[in-house]
């Protein structure tokens, strides 16, 4: 109601209408929930919303998802990932699964790692919390372990490349010198197009230097 009431005051210091869907509601998550107790808030189901999703009365602004109650699709992995038995065994399952190239896995596993850390600083554990932690390291370290093999590759083909653009650089800057030699100052347009030529080109270019006896020939062999 607090969240409510600040909504309001602004949208009325602004003098703006705000509609009912704008204002933030309380969704409230809990493993399972019995039909009485739904019944006692007068939850109720929405045709809008799949199952396990119970709406109190409009004014309370506030949503009770039952997360064992929840359908077992993509959109609904993490909140069953929070919750028990069953339940997070079989999301667990789901989230293996995944191919190590889903962002979603990654960082379902980030969240649920830091969760799990949460959880062993906790003096006093139940079974299924231990259970839950060792479940989730392997998985966690396989995650990292992916991500440190992708970066290394991605870390050696950006040196390979610019190692290449590097190579090629310099064989420029060594035509562009021996061409100054020859004729002296080279116009900037033709610099900018030996500039900008690839390797196989510049190759090219040196041996057809013995063969360019003006900038013109020059020109007409860049522009052929």
Known sequence: FAIREIFQREAKRNKQRISEEEIP??????????????????????????????????????????IHQLPAI????????????????RAIDEL???????????????LLYNLSRNLEALSKK?????????????????DREQAIQEGLKRGLQQGVQQGLEQGRIQEANLVIRLLQR???????????TIRNLPVERLEDLGLALLDCDTLTDLDNWLHP
Request: proline share 8%; charged share 20%; no cysteine.
């Open 126 to 142: 139940t079974q299924e919390d231990r259970e839950f932690i060792m479940r989730l390291a392997p998985l966690y370290q396989q």
């Open 25 to 66: 509601k309380l969704w409230i998550l809990t493993p399972t929930a019995s039909e009485r107790i739904l019944s006692l808030f007068t939850a109720q189901l929405q045709p809008n919303w799949g199952e396990g999703v119970y709406f109190l009365p409009e004014g309370f602004g506030t949503a009770i998802v039952v």
């Open 182 to 192: 020859r004729f002296g100052e080279i116009p900037q347009n033709l610099e900018e």
């Open 74 to 89: 993509p959109e609904t992995l993490w909140l069953r990932l929070l919750g028990r038995g069953g339940t997070r065994e």
């Open 96 to 110: 293996a699964r995944l191919s190590p190239n889903n962002p979603l896995k990654s960082a379902s596993l980030n």
